[in-house]
């Protein structure tokens, strides 16, 4: 039976490739820890390094909501710096928008490039400030021999934007201890983390055969939930399109958690890495191919492969008013950051509405792949 496209969450797909040759990851580093989130990673890093209140830490003008949440969460404020139309960083801009709360700065790899460590060595050679590298888009693979996360004083990455998990975020050190004080979390959250995505795995078809089973038991089970409750006639409230407001938020309680055994068992094997690597460029390489030559949408990717997996592959969109919320209509689950801070620089505030994400998990299948190319290609091109 066919699905809409509609229902696919490729980011939440249970299966996924085990076996495989090792890969370079975050999880090399020297100190790790596993956390509750990635923006709580950020959060932890400003801590240990005594940056909060009164401090300011500069970032990307064009970013994820989680980036900004986790500098709030330290008690910081977000300070805000240009870009350029390749999401490359020039050095000088960061260093245009400093003053004399800056005390920190947060480098994010995007989607399909990475920032070049020249970058880093300047900013640590020019400036007294914590540099933390974002490597939620990269978590492993290596760009010019370096695996990531070597770059900064600290790097974090999520755990969520590559594995089967909702939760868990990374921390980690090439050369700094980490001073962090994590109480495990409860048997009940953890279980419940464990449900959730076997929940999710199920309504997506990934557990084979057991889906239907599953997906039965768990309506069964909702059914039961609704008896003699009162139904709600009410509108259902509409929320901006694909927002989830919780993801610029942190969850201040389990800020000093660790990621738990859920998410410890969803990095443990790393045998698996280098085939996720590889299928994640094989979808790449397809969506490049099938999309390149859209009448109202352009490709904005780097000259030749990325050398480590991109987490997403970037379209962007020439009439987004027209065709952003056409595509969500055909269910093409496609992105987009605009909550990106307006006025700092012409570039983000093209990208923030015109820049949309598409997926290539590692576990989409060949038949999902064609549905988005198909829904793209027949809406945009």
């Not at 259902?236 to 859920?262: C, F, M, N, Q, T």
Request: with cysteine.
């Amino acid at each position: 039976m066919t699905r809409p496209l509609a229902t696919l969450d490729p980011l939440l797909s249970l299966g996924g490739i085990r076996h495989g040759p090792a890969c370079p990851s975050i999880l090399d580093l020297p100190h790790v820890e596993i956390v509750s989130r990635g923006r709580a990673a950020i959060a932890l890093a400003l801590e240990a390094s005594r940056i909060g209140t009164g401090a300011t830490v500069l970032m990307p003008a064009f970013n994820c909501p989680a980036m900004t949440a986790g500098v709030r969460a330290a008690g910081a404020e977000p300070r805000f710096f240009a870009i350029k139309e390749n999401l490359s960083i020039d050095p000088d801009a960061v260093l245009r928008a400093a003053d004399a709360s800056t005390r920190a700065v947060l480098i994010p790899h995007f989607f399909a490039w990475r920032q070049p460590c020249s970058l880093f060595a300047s900013l640590a050679q020019n400036t007294p400030w914590l540099l933390i590298e974002d490597c939620a888009h990269s978590f492993f693979g290596v760009s010019g021999g370096q695996a990531p996360g070597n770059a900064g004083h600290y790097s974090v990455a999520s755990v969520a934007k590559f594995f089967p998990s909702r939760w868990g975020g990374v921390i980690a050190s090439a050369t700094r201890e980490l001073p962090l004080q994590l109480a495990q979390p409860s048997s009940l959250h953890q279980l419940k983390l464990a449900a959730n995505a076997t929940e999710e795995a199920a309504r997506f078809g990934r557990l084979g055969v057991a889906s239907a089973g599953v997906r039965f038991a768990l309506d069964a089970v909702t059914t039961l939930r609704r008896i003699g409750k009162p139904r709600d006639r009410g509108p259902a409230p509409a929320l901006a399109a694909g927002v989830d407001k919780s993801y610029a938020e942190v969850d201040i309680a389990r800020l000093h958690e660790h990621g738990g055994w859920w998410v410890t068992r969803q990095i443990a094997d790393r045998s698996g890495f280098a085939q996720r690597a590889a299928r994640r460029l094989e979808i790449y390489r397809r969506l490049r191919g099938a999309l390149g030559q859209l009448k109202f949408a352009s490709l904005l990717l780097p000259e030749r492969d990325p050398d480590f997996p991109p987490y997403v592959f970037p379209l962007l969109l020439s009439d987004p008013a027209r065709h952003f919320q056409a595509l969500r209509a055909r269910g093409v689950p496609l992105f987009r950051w605009e909550d990106s801070i307006a006025g700092t620089c012409e570039i983000t505030d093209r990208y923030r509405l015109s820049l949309v994400q598409l997926p290539c998990h590692d576990t989409l299948t060949d038949a999902e792949v064609a549905a988005i190319e198909k829904a793209v290609r027949e809406t945009v091109g």
